[in-house]
Nanobody, 127 residues
């Protein structure tokens, strides 16, 4: 059974950095667009970033543009999210997601377009 498992979350002070990892198992995700979403308490899940299957194209929410960087290592079936300059408003549960349409050219920002999800990992940014 295919799974996505996130790691690397935790508590960090404002201005600090964290690197999230998402490891896939049970199948390869090397031909799929991968994305990160987040959900803060009392809020809807929101798009953070997505990366195409070759890793040479990415997209970001305006709120994280210039601070976060998404990347992937298909040999390791892993996607990363490097988060720098963290702010208290970045506090949320972060989810990794996979779009199972192979070789898709569209990086969707709607969570309805993603088919596999990790369990989520907490990121807390203190002031």
């Amino acid at each position: 059974q295919a799974q996505l498992v996130e790691s690397g979350g935790g508590l960090v002070q404002a201005g600090g950095s964290l690197r999230l990892s998402c490891v896939g198992s049970g199948r390869t995700f090397s031909s799929n667009i991968m994305a990160w979403f987040r959900q803060a308490p009392g809020q809807e899940r929101e798009f953070v970033s997505a990366i195409n299957w070759t890793g040479d194209k990415s997209s970001y929410a305006d709120s994280v543009q210039g601070r976060f960087t998404i990347s992937r290592d298909n040999a390791k079936n892993t996607v990363y999210l490097q988060m720098n300059g963290l702010k208290p408003e970045d506090t949320a549960i972060y989810y990794c997601a996979a779009d199972l349409r192979q070789y898709s050219l569209t990086m969707y920002e709607s969570d309805q377009e993603y088919h596999y999800w990790g369990q989520g990992i907490q990121v807390t940014v203190s002031t």
